[in-house]
């Protein structure tokens, strides 16, 4: 067995399914976070309640940071908050993009994935690779039905991305399977910064989903404990990203 599935939590429902397991490759760094961080025993929460039971049970806590209002696990934001008193001795700041770079709830990331797969069906029809019934079949279900469509279409080279050039997932996650239900996640306006991410890292924030560029995630380890978590280095541009060694 990989030495990832032997770190996951022991409750942790490895997913049989095609969609599950590729949750699990792209966004699965998350599930092996230490350091105090709770992760999720799941890789797709199916609903706002699952979500709500899971974030009600997690050690939660609350700053204003750069004028929003952002909650994190306690764990991460105590890490977090460390990182941004390194990154003022150094002149830097870190600071969330927006309020909704933090925690998010079920109903938030619903509205994401739709600002995608919206405009990218319209778009597909409109290009004669969709038909306009097949479309609105998509349209009408569940957007956890939705997940296993928009794949399919991409694997047909329809992709959902916001500039429809690679996969959705590189650009909003499925309903259900965001980070940042977690309260692991933070967005960074900074990201750019080498130095900023060099901070994070320090802190235990890693990226690990690759091309989402100002995503971070609380893995609560130094680099050097990473590939003992079961994780592999995935190198894009001048990114480093961590993500499961499945
Ligand atoms: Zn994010």
């Known amino acids: 067995m990989k030495k990832y599935f032997t770190k996951l939590p022991n409750k942790f429902k490895i997913p049989t399914d095609a969609v599950g397991q590729r949750i699990l490759r792209e966004y699965g760094a998350l599930f092996v976070a230490r350091g105090g961080a709770v992760p999720p025993n799941t890789v797709i929460f199916k609903n706002e309640s699952e979500v709500a039971s899971y974030q009600s049970s997690l050690s939660e806590s609350s700053e204003n940071l750069g004028g929003f209002d952002i909650e994190l696990q306690a764990a991460a934001m105590k890490a977090l908050k460390a990182a941004i008193s390194e990154a003022e001795q150094k002149n830097l700041t870190i600071t969330p993009r927006g309020a909704d770079s933090g925690k998010r709830d079920y109903a ?139």
């Open 108 to 246: 938030g990331t619903i509205e994401l994935w739709a600002s995608r797969v919206n405009p990218g069906l319209a778009h597909w029809v409109g290009k004669g690779k969709l038909s306009e019934p097949e479309a609105a079949k998509i349209l009408a279900l569940s957007p956890f039905k939705q997940v296993s469509e928009i794949f399919k279409l991409e694997s047909q080279e329809m992709f959902f991305s916001k500039d429809l050039s690679k996969s959705i997932v590189y650009s909003v996650a499925p309903p259900g399977t965001s980070q940042h239900l977690s309260m692991l996640a933070l967005d960074v306006s900074e990201h750019d910064n080498e130095r900023v991410r060099d901070i994070l890292a320090k802190h235990g924030w890693f990226q690990t989903v690759v091309s989402d560029l100002p995503h971070f995630t609380f893995l609560g380890v130094s680099e050097n404990r990473l590939s003992g978590l079961g994780l592999k280095k995935v190198s894009d541009g001048e990114r480093i990203f961590w993500l499961p060694n499945i």
